[in-house]
């Protein structure tokens, strides 16, 4: 009963507290990858950042585990980063236009 009991709270805290920092880098990633104008990247980024949460807040709770949980949300941050980072690399974020002149 204690076993469960602490997956149950950690698959908790990892979906209170770690979708919406997840949601929130889905956001930017979504802002810097899109191939529209500056206005229209942040506006569909910001709105995206929503369902997102909840999304993953209802994903974290289909976990066989707290760990599993917590893994599942690490794995999603890692990919997110990657998405920005590259973007990033490739010039579309602090108000680059994404294209060279």
């Keep these: 009963m204690a076993r469960a009991l602490n997956h149950s709270l950690s698959r908790t805290l990892a979906a209170t507290l770690g979708s919406i ?4 880098a889905s956001g930017v990633a979504v802002t810097l990858t ?5 206005n ?3 506006l569909v980024g910001s709105y995206s950042v929503f369902p997102v949460w909840v999304a993953v807040s209802c ?11 917590w893994l599942n949300l690490a ?3 890692a ?4 998405v920005v980072v590259a973007a990033l690399a490739l010039g579309r974020g602090a108000g680059g236009s994404g294209t060279s002149a």
């Design 21 to 24: 920092p997840l949601a929130l």
């Design 34 to 38: 899109l191939p529209l104008g500056e």
């Design 40 to 42: 229209e990247r942040l």
């Design 59 to 69: 994903w974290i709770f289909l976990a066989p585990s707290g760990r599993r949980a």
């Design 75 to 77: 794995l999603g941050m």
């Design 79 to 82: 990919v997110t980063i990657v």
